[in-house]
């Protein structure tokens, strides 16, 4: 069960909008509609922000949002602010009640 | 709203075997949820380690399988994990979280770091 694919970093200024992309196989990103993000901040304990590709749950602002195209699901993050810097981690059912996370991204808001 | 707290060792001897407990507060372990065991090695990212239901259903990491056991004691409202023959590598903040569709991590505990040391 090897880990989804997300890049290391990325980054953007206030403002501006980042995309964070997440790549699996048809065994799991791309066989279901069961993507999740989670922001985690250091120390803390990690925040759904996205779920079933693209559901935002209560309290999560619209600035957020999910899709999925194939094998490769995004995290699109419009208006950045400064307390979005976090890493982020996509995660995938991957079948038989089992999931698999992303290596996760470190966004760093410039 | 349901809470998450996790007990245990902070420290545990290689070759030895990792035991810690989430106390569910706020909610019935056994009204829906599935429940799950998350944990992040220092500096490096998020791994699950596996879920299970109140009935005492299990699912694991298949990269852990032969080391992990969970259950439930739905008497305390708590679930468990136990990882044996511990090294090193297992050194990490383990998290206790609650699943919806067993494919969601939508509550999480604080946290508990444990550390694989003589």
């Known amino acids: 069960q090897s880990a989804l694919t997300q890049p290391r970093s990325v980054s953007g200024s206030p403002g501006q909008s980042v995309t964070i992309s997440c790549t699996g196989t048809?065994?799991?990103?791309?066989?279901?509609?069961?993507v999740s993000w989670y922001q985690h901040h250091p120390g803390k304990a990690p925040k759904l922000m996205i779920s079933?590709?693209?559901k935002r749950p209560s309290g999560v602002p619209d600035r957020f949002s999910g899709s999925k195209s194939g094998n490769t699901a995004s995290l699109t993050i419009s208006g950045l602010q400064a307390e979005d810097e976090a890493d982020y981690y996509c995660?995938?059912?991957?079948?038989?009640?089992?999931?698999?996370f992303g290596g996760g991204t470190r966004l760093t808001v410039l | 709203q349901v809470q998450l707290q996790e007990s245990g060792p902070g420290l545990v001897k290689p070759s030895e075997t990792l035991s810690l407990t989430c106390v569910v507060s706020?909610?019935?372990?056994?009204?829906?949820?599935?429940w799950g065991w998350v944990r992040q090695p220092p500096g490096k990212g998020l791994e699950w380690i596996g879920s299970?239901?109140?009935?005492?259903?299990?699912y694991y990491n298949p990269s852990l399988r032969s080391r992990v056991t969970m259950s439930v004691d739905t008497s305390k409202n708590q679930f468990s994990v136990n990882l044996n023959s511990v090294t090193a590598a297992d050194t990490a903040v383990y998290y206790c979280?609650?699943?919806?569709?067993?494919?969601?991590?939508?509550?999480w505990g604080q946290g508990t770091l444990v550390t694989v040391s003589s």
């Open positions: 979280a609650t699943l919806f569709d067993s494919t969601t991590f939508d509550h």
């Open positions: 706020g909610y019935s372990i056994t009204s829906g949820y599935y």
């Open positions: 299970l239901y109140h009935n005492g259903n299990t």
């Open positions: 048809s065994s799991n990103v791309g066989g279901y509609n069961y």
């Open positions: 079933y590709v693209s």
């Open positions: 995660c995938s059912y991957a079948g038989t009640y089992s999931v698999v």
